[in-house]
């Protein structure tokens, strides 16, 4: 329970006399700076919320969206958190979820009988130049390519950009991948049994800037992880003087560090709690499978090699979703670098139809199985890029816009 005042939702499908009391002991209890009338009128009779202080001893909020309330009244009152007396019909599950995630974005803690949230806290990094997270509504939407994107946009601005990855097979202390970095050293990687195809390597790899990467455990179902090393891999990162630094999010996990600036990729409906990172967002980019999302960029992911692959190559393409790759005709197609069993069949596959190129995204088992099996097969191994186009804006502006204002 939040220590400080609240502010109480209320309905019209409970009778004033009733609510009265209940409010009357919270403000005795807690401090009550206001109340939000959220709807009903079955036990609320014409005229009562036109003189709410006679019915419910106190000022009601009414006749605006509970939601536009939560907003006004967040800046207005020394509130720390909503406290829900409301209930179905008027509020159905979804919509309390809702309502829930905008108060945690608020900085409000949410209350209700059987649950109580609290708002993700948010370190500093001691960083004083500009910064941007990049998070997303669930796993596999695009975020490392669309902070890679970023950061090579910003390298061509002048600007030094880090990125700051936190991920489930992340390193147990923050670690610094420098540009540069190969097949060699990933396979020397594996070998030690690291995951070898964590975020911050494909920053490294593929984007060619800078990358700390880091690990976290659980996530919350508002983006929180249980436990990570990010605020110490941030401060890491402040350390080595950048122009920019970019937090990237981890499945629907949010960077726990301050940042400025947030760009969330929403990849699927939204509702409840979920909403909250798309509420952080200062700009939305709706991925394919998105419903329509307004104010959005509508972006595709669009596979290509990240370097030549020689004419007349046999071809075996291995993602985690795509089915193909830009120039590429590919004799074996598998988009199961995340499910080793089907796997394994692929690659098979790939040795029975002599494939001489491995062309592979750098994720799930990029490292420790594709390329083993390739070096095993003496084919060569080219990694894929993924690289965000805009469908019907300019992404590039957009994202650029974005950082500046930071």
């Known amino acids: 329970m939040a220590r400080g005042p609240v502010i109480a939702l209320i309905d019209g499908e409970h009778h004033p006399a009733a609510v009265g009391p209940v409010l009357d002991r919270l403000d005795a209890e807690r401090g009550l700076v206001a109340t939000v009338f959220c709807g009903g009128e079955e036990k609320v009779r014409a005229g009562v919320l036109d003189e709410p202080a006679a019915h419910y001893g106190r000022e009601v909020t009414s006749g605006v969206r509970p939601g536009d309330a939560l907003r006004a009244l967040a800046g207005d009152t020394k509130a720390v958190a909503v406290v829900d007396l409301a209930d179905e019909p008027v509020l159905s599950p979804r919509v309390r979820l809702e309502l829930a995630a905008l108060a945690l974005h608020l900085g409000l803690a949410y209350e209700a009988p059987g649950l109580s949230l609290r708002p993700p806290s948010y370190a500093p990094t001691g960083f004083d130049g500009p910064t941007v997270s990049v998070i997303a509504t669930a796993k596999r939407t695009g975020k490392t390519a669309v902070a890679g994107h970023l950061a090579g946009l910003l390298r061509g601005e002048g600007l030094d950009p880090v990125i700051v990855c936190m991920g489930r097979g992340g390193p147990g202390v923050p670690e610094l991948a420098e540009p540069g970095t190969g097949l060699e050293r990933l396979l020397a990687l594996a070998a030690e049994g690291r995951h070898a195809a964590s975020d911050h390597l494909e920053g490294a790899v ?147 139809e002599r494939c001489d190129v491995y062309l592979t995204e750098l994720k799930g088992a990029a490292v420790d199985t594709v390329a083993v099996r390739a070096r095993a097969e003496g084919a060569r191994v080219i990694f894929v890029r993924n690289r965000p186009v805009g469908l019907d804006s300019d992404l590039d502006a957009a994202l650029l816009g974005l950082a500046r204002r930071g």
């Open 206 to 352: 593929l984007a060619g800037v800078r990358t700390v990467g880091c690990r976290r455990v659980g996530g919350g179902p508002v983006g929180e992880p249980a436990q990570s090393n990010v605020v110490e891999g941030a401060r890491l990162a402040a350390g080595l003087d950048p122009g920019v630094l970019i937090f990237e999010g981890s499945g629907a996990c949010v960077p726990p560090v301050r940042s400025e600036r947030t760009v969330c990729l929403v990849g699927g409906p939204v509702e409840g709690l979920g909403s909250y990172s798309v509420l952080r967002a200062d700009l939305l980019l709706a991925m394919p499978g998105a419903p329509a999302v307004e104010g959005a960029i509508r972006c595709q992911l669009r596979p290509e090699p990240a370097e030549p692959v020689p004419p007349g190559s046999r071809v075996a393409l291995f993602t985690t979703r795509a089915k193909d790759c830009a120039g590429v005709q590919a004799v074996v197609a598998s988009a199961a670098l995340a499910r080793r069993g089907e796997l394994a069949g692929a690659l098979d596959r790939a040795a029975a």
